[in-house]
């Protein structure tokens, strides 16, 4: 997959760690902890340790520390705000309004506006707190 700041798989920050993608799979942070992909395989984070995702593959844990695989792919809730999708293309959030991913054409998000990329692809910064990439991944 690609990264661009317009369309499909848009990441941008609003506000201090708050990072959204906009399409399939778009991800979201509200608040901390609170992460959300939209479209199949939707993941969403509703409280300490709640997750879910809608779609193909759906996950869902309704309350701290507890997991309900229905589906392909594999999701390690490692307490509150901090998630750790094992399959590919996998996000490891390590608190709030951090995230690491862990795939090709990564990206690590270090604080508010700021960004590292950490492997193949690379990432063009297209304004306070967005990001564009255009690598894989």
Excluded: D
Excluded at 34 to 44: I, K, L, S, T, V
Excluded at 53 to 77: L, M, N
Excluded at 93 to 117: A, I, K, L, S
């Amino acid at each position: 997959g690609e990264w661009r700041a317009h369309g499909a798989g848009e990441w941008r920050a609003h506000g201090a760690g708050e990072w959204r993608a906009h399409g399939a799979g778009e991800w979201r942070a509200h608040g901390a902890g609170e992460w959300r992909a939209h479209g199949a395989g939707e993941w969403r984070a509703h409280g300490a340790g709640e997750w879910r995702a809608h779609g193909a593959g759906e996950w869902g844990t309704h309350g701290p520390g507890r997991v309900q695989p229905t589906g392909p792919g594999r999701v390690q809730p490692t307490g509150p705000g901090r998630v750790q999708p094992t399959g590919p293309g996998r996000v490891q959030p390590t608190g709030p309004g951090r995230v690491q991913p862990t795939g090709p054409g990564r990206v690590q998000h270090t604080g508010p506006g700021r960004v590292q990329p950490t492997g193949p692809g690379r990432v063009q910064p297209t304004g306070p707190g967005r990001v564009q990439h255009t690598g894989p991944g």
